[in-house]
């Protein structure tokens, strides 16, 4: 039901629906909503101040999903006149789907081994050529017979056996049981449409894959083009958090290889390259809670914003990645970062002056007048709440006006106003899942006001719960510290114990 400004229509909180557009589950938060829709629209930075749980996260989350589809599919490319220089290639939404598809096409066809002719099902070593039951290859005996499988190879050349065991004894093979038997691949010809084409059938486990004359010739064509890695695929998630991530996690890294990339041995550069952060939200957003908490890494996001590129180079100078550098990886994002009211000061002054200079600086809300329609919004948070808790009865339209009562209360007494509802939601969601634990526990079919009330009382701080015992918060932690001193502290142990040992 939609509410519309009136919660006499509803009995519970179970009877309000959910709007579909993911902004407007932001509860008064109204100027925020609107540059969060213009920043994703005209691509701009969102700079969101204020106090924990006005719903920054969810404006920032809400955003990206206003974004269209990235569009642009971005792989690392072998370079074979310098490896450890590897070179960034961006391939479009159409080119990057044609060629996959055109990728998969030169895969061939994946069919049963009972599919495949005789003759080759038996060189391969699925088929027993004793008793023709099909098994792995990695069954070096046949199940059935208990008999090499390809016990008889060697009728077609009188020769074939002594040339097999030589083989097998000067590698081990026929000691392995792990070894499948058979070759890796047979090429054969076949007749199709009336004409004959080569046609190649490989091991690909239990299973033989088929490639045909097409899929061969496009196999080739790959082939012949340099080896490359995709790092950014086209269906990724247009949202990156990387709140607390750490230098490697934000900026990318190349991994170690203990053989350093050697041909033959190691892994290519190429392929360790690892994006960052901020690569991987390119054409999306990067959302950066606590900003200032990342110190001195704001200046490489403030490069990044300017350059719209940033280098990946391996940054562990004991690593064999240390050698390697990709440069102009592409990272055009939205920044979108929240900071609490005291923390603004720590964020470096270019980095505010590139946000202000793209963007919106915007202090949150952290009350909302106390109007009937904004009582019908503080309801449908309490029901947003416990659909994304999903553990808890929905609220009773008496209990929900005792949780409107609680936040007028904190209204008054956190942020001192008279008239209003606290928009702190998140001390308020915790609220709501504490009598809703209670509820469930009394096998209540709905959040009642007994829940409410007994749920204000448990729901309380650490240091509320300080005061109400020890009279302040200063005689708790005197209390605790003499305590702990008693029994555990080793400067009281050396003056009380050791010293009456020396005098005694």
């Known amino acids: 039901m939609r509410l519309e400004g009136n919660l006499d229509r509803i009995e519970s909180t179970a009877d309000i629906i959910i709007p579909n557009d993911p902004l407007k589950r932001v509860i008064g938060q109204d100027e925020a909503i609107e540059l969060a829709r213009m920043a994703a629209l005209q691509r701009r930075h969102l700079l969101l101040v204020g106090p924990p749980g006005t719903g920054k996260s969810m404006i920032a989350q809400a955003l990206s999903l206003y974004l269209p589809r990235p569009k642009e599919e971005i792989r690392v490319v072998h370079n074979p006149e310098n ?38 099902a038996e060189r391969l070593g699925y ?45 081990g093979a026929s000691s392995m049981p792990g070894v499948p038997i058979g070759k890796e691949r047979v090429t054969t010809t076949r007749k199709r449409f009336g004409k004959e084409e080569v046609v190649v059938f490989e091991r690909d486990g239990n299973m033989v894959r088929v490639l045909d004359q097409s899929a061969l010739e496009r196999r080739r064509e790959l082939e012949m083009i340099s080896p490359r890695k995709v790092l950014l695929r086209l269906d990724r998630n247009p949202f990156v958090l990387a709140t607390g991530a750490s230098e490697t996690e934000l900026l990318g890294d190349v991994r170690h290889d203990p053989y350093g990339g050697h041909k033959n041995l190691g892994t290519p550069p190429y392929d360790r390259v690892v994006p960052g952060a901020i690569h991987d939200a390119h054409e999306g957003v990067l959302f950066l809670d606590e900003l200032p908490h990342i110190g001195n890494l704001q200046r490489y996001i403030l490069t990044a914003m300017q350059e719209h590129q940033f280098p990946i180079a391996g940054r562990n100078p004991q690593s064999s990645g240390a050698s390697v550098r ?10 979108v970062a929240a900071c ?34 904004n009582r019908a919004l503080y309801a449908q948070f309490v029901a947003q709440e416990i659909i994304i808790d999903g553990r808890i009865p929905h609220v009773s339209k008496v209990a929900l006006n005792e949780i409107i009562k609680e936040a007028r209360r904190r209204a008054k007494d956190i942020d001192d106003k008279h008239g209003a509802l606290t928009l702190r939601f998140r001390g308020l969601g915790g609220l709501v899942r504490a009598a809703g ?16 009330t007994r749920a204000i009382t448990r729901s309380r701080s650490i240091e509320a719960q300080i005061r109400k015992r020890y009279g302040s918060y200063m005689k708790g932690v005197a209390s605790d510290v003499s305590d702990a001193q008693r029994e555990n502290s080793p400067y009281y142990m050396w003056n009380e114990h050791r010293s009456d040992q020396m005098f005694n």
């Open 83 to 120: 490896p450890e220089r590897p070179l960034v290639e961006i391939k479009g939404e159409e080119e990057a789907t044609r060629e996959s598809a055109s990728k998969e096409f030169a895969q061939g066809e994946v069919i049963e081994p009972e599919d495949v002719p005789i003759n080759v």
């Open 127 to 171: 088929r027993c050529h004793n008793c023709g039951i099909y098994s792995p290859p990695i069954e070096r005996t046949c199940p059935k017979c208990n008999q090499p499988k390809s016990g008889s190879r060697g009728a077609e050349n009188p020769f074939g056996d002594l040339v097999s065991g030589m083989l097998e004894a000067s590698l």
């Open 437 to 452: 634990d209670i509820a469930f526990m009394d096998e209540a079919d709905l959040i009642e006001v007994c829940h409410i």
């Open 340 to 373: 609490n009211i005291q923390d603004i000061e720590k964020i470096l002054s270019p980095l505010r002056s590139r946000i202000s200079g793209g963007g919106y600086e915007v202090l949150m809300e952290s009350t909302l007048e106390d109007t009937e329609a």
């Open 326 to 335: 990709v440069d102009a990886v592409p990272c055009d994002f939205i920044l």
